[in-house]
């Protein structure tokens, strides 16, 4: 069964750096998604995007954060300049349709983000 | 504002036992509900997907409902196996948004 694809599992970075969290999502699917799970806290909505565009953002989602998808497959996160508070697993996702329309989303399998 | 609420936080049950999780959400206009399966270290899993059209989903020995007037959601795990032992957590939508709000989940243990 296809599925998204996420890199690398684990990033440490020092607080200040930026980092570019990578996703392969499913290759045939439209809407791609961001994200994050702080630990013991709920999954949070960063980011929604489709037609090369952010369709949605949420409020965490600030001018700190951007999402590309420089080519046919991959869907990036960049972190500009990483907090502490930036520690957390990332996770993408993706759909064929919108949500609206019925259709689960698929997420990988996270990339944890260390910010020391 | 779509809030999920997820009771119990954690569950412990022996092996072959029937067992409900229970999903509660503010936002009754939802047009669909996900249930997900998180293993330690890991992604979500999607389980089941109920539309607002529907009252139940069934995949094996899972079968969740979806009551929109009570605002709540249940999962029902037939048989419960070792295997079975994840955090499930569910998800609802943001009203007129694709933004999915999750609950905290549930910790489920089945001991052998």
């Known amino acids: 069964e296809p599925e998204v694809t996420q890199t690398p599992s684990h990033q440490v970075t020092q607080m200040g750096q930026e980092v570019i969290l990578r996703c392969v999502p499913i290759s045939n699917h439209l809407y791609f998604y961001w994200y994050r799970q702080i630990l013991g806290q709920k999954v949070e909505f960063l980011v929604s995007f489709y037609n090369n565009e952010i369709s949605e953002k949420s409020e965490i989602f600030d001018d700190q954060f951007s999402v590309e998808r420089p080519d046919g497959s991959n869907f990036t996160l960049k972190i500009r300049s990483t907090k502490l508070e930036d520690s957390a697993m990332y996770f993408c996702?993706?759909?064929?349709?919108?949500?609206?329309?019925?259709?689960?989303?698929?997420f990988g399998n996270g990339t944890r983000l260390t910010v020391t | 504002k779509q809030e999920v609420t997820q009771i119990p936080a954690a569950l412990s049950v022996p092996e072959g036992e029937n067992l409900v999780l229970n999903c509660s959400f503010t936002d009754s206009a939802i047009y669909n509900l996900q249930w997900f399966r998180q293993d330690p270290g890991k992604g979500l899993t999607s389980l089941l997907l109920?539309?607002?059209?529907?009252r139940e989903q069934t995949s094996g020995r899972l079968n969740a409902s979806l009551d929109k007037s009570s605002g709540r959601s249940t999962l029902y795990i037939a048989a419960s196996q070792p295997g079975d032992s994840a955090t499930y957590l569910c998800a609802g939508p943001q009203g007129g948004s694709e933004k999915l709000v999750f609950g905290k989940g549930t910790k489920l243990t089945v001991n052998p």
């Open positions: 109920i539309q607002s059209s529907q």
């Open positions: 996702a993706s759909s064929d349709v919108r949500t609206a329309n019925n259709s689960p989303l698929h």
